[in-house]
């Protein structure tokens, strides 16, 4: 099994956080700025969340600096993929038949579909 990226409501804040900003950030100011966002953490709260991050390769941190590993789009899809592999095999089609199901597909959807299979195809 591979990495896992899900994450806490806890860890998202901080990611989106970092996110906003383009060069690492000092812990003590990413804990200042959590304050300011209603989040009332000790330090060790904050150090916890960022282990944690850390241990998933999400963030960087250096000494006491901190910087996001990896963007929102790249964690989003992280996270899809191990949807897709824990739960449909990795297989894509295993994954649209379950969200399909019974539903009829409407018109619109199978068309924007197509497009984009065949944008996959290079087309």
């Not at 969340?49 to 998933?56: A, E, N, P, V, Y």
């Amino acid at each position: 099994m591979g990495k896992s990226y899900k994450i806490t409501d806890a860890e998202r804040a901080v990611l989106e956080v970092l996110w906003d900003r383009s060069e690492p950030v000092q812990t003590a100011d990413l804990l200042e700025q959590m304050k300011n966002k209603g989040r009332e953490w000790k330090r060790q709260t904050l150090n916890t969340l960022l282990s944690r991050l850390d241990d998933k390769e999400i963030v960087n941190r250096k000494r006491g600096y901190v910087e996001a590993a990896l963007s929102e789009d790249e964690l989003l899809q992280k996270q899809t993929q191990g949807i897709l592999d824990n739960f449909y095999g990795g297989k894509l089609g295993n994954f649209c038949i379950a969200l399909i199901g019974k539903e009829k597909v409407k018109e619109e959807d199978i068309a924007r579909l197509n497009t984009l299979i065949d944008e996959l195809r290079g087309k």
